[in-house]
DNA sequence: AATATATAGTTGCATGATGAAACCAAATTG
DNA sequence: CAATTTGGTTTCATCATGCAACTATATATT
């Protein structure tokens, strides 16, 4: 049985990315995790997700090594809960959540604040920041080949950058 | 014909950013468009992708106001560029590719280095920071209820954060 | 100007992924 | 210890994606 094509054969790190948790369902599992979802029936609940497409997802991600499957006591029902790697996904659902809150918002104001557990007050959005703390606009920002992609550039040199 | 139910009725930024972003191909089109690729054929030899997905990948964030579809002059072939509601998903795609740049590195070593123009200089990694500019730890950040969402909140009040 | 080729799609069909329901063993509850 | 919940697995129908053939228009060549 042939599968999709997966993206884990480019050589870059976006698409990488998206090779583990760019398919249906997974970012929505990793926000209710985020949000302390543990079992799998809070899972099933929450998402109205079908329990197959979940099993699938869950493993894979345990796979990854964003998850732990873990059971308390031997035997009893298991719990998922996020690996460092899977901590670090931060950035990009709070991202996600930043865009659709400016860009598809609900009309009685912010669904959700996000703020500094210790002194209560609200994260900054999430940007784009220059070495020396700066916020930058897309305009500012640029790629440059690190020793990674040596000769393998799929673009033209000249247009690392868009013009927009 | 009913298609696979999306998540736009989902009262969740999140999930509402992956309902417009979240198919496949979508932020791998997006990445080239931020890369400068702009034409159809230029997509398809960068992706290898089947032309009628692109066709309608590329439909769909024109119709969602991310993508602008522009012929030069007259009849001539349509270039695609980003809208600033476009230029908004930098913070996303950069949050992933450090994600990839961490996790699924190139052996080489760094794949893409993405440097402010002005200077030259690195950006800073994504990351969540406070009110203060202070880089914060995922456990250090909770979700509290907005305007937006009053009472309709379907994790249990006292959960709005894990304990990882 | 006429011809050839590339571009930007569209259409139809085969194949892969997802969804719904039935089923089941082990864990938990009463 | 009986009933129910949990955490799955399996099967099959449906939806999404991939592939190849086809087309109309734009661009390049002679």
Redesign the pocket.
């Known amino acids: ?5 997966s993206f884990d054969h480019m050589d870059c790190s976006l698409a990488q990315t998206l090779d583990v948790i760019g ?3 997974t970012l929505l599992i990793l926000r209710d995790i985020f949000f302390g979802v543990k ?4 899972f ?1 609940k929450s998402l ?6 979940l ?2 997802r ?2 894979r991600l345990v796979d990854e090594g964003i998850l732990l ?1 873990q059971s ?8 998922y809960k996020l690996t460092d790697k899977g901590l670090d996904l931060q950035p990009i659902l709070l991202s996600m959540t930043h865009w659709g809150d400016k860009h598809k918002p609900n009309s009685k104001g912010q669904r959700l604040i996000f703020v500094e557990n210790r002194t209560g007050q609200p994260i900054r959005t999430m940007s784009v920041v220059s070495k020396e703390g700066k916020k930058l606009n897309p305009r500012e920002v640029k790629a440059t080949l690190g020793p990674g992609l040596s000769d393998t550039w799929p673009f033209e040199p000249t247009i690392c950058q868009s013009d927009f």
């Open positions: 049985m042939m599968k999709y094509k398919e249906r369902w079992r799998f029936s809070q099933e109205d997700i079908a329990k197959n497409i099993a699938v869950l493993n499957k308390s006591n031997e035997g009893s029902h298991p719990e």
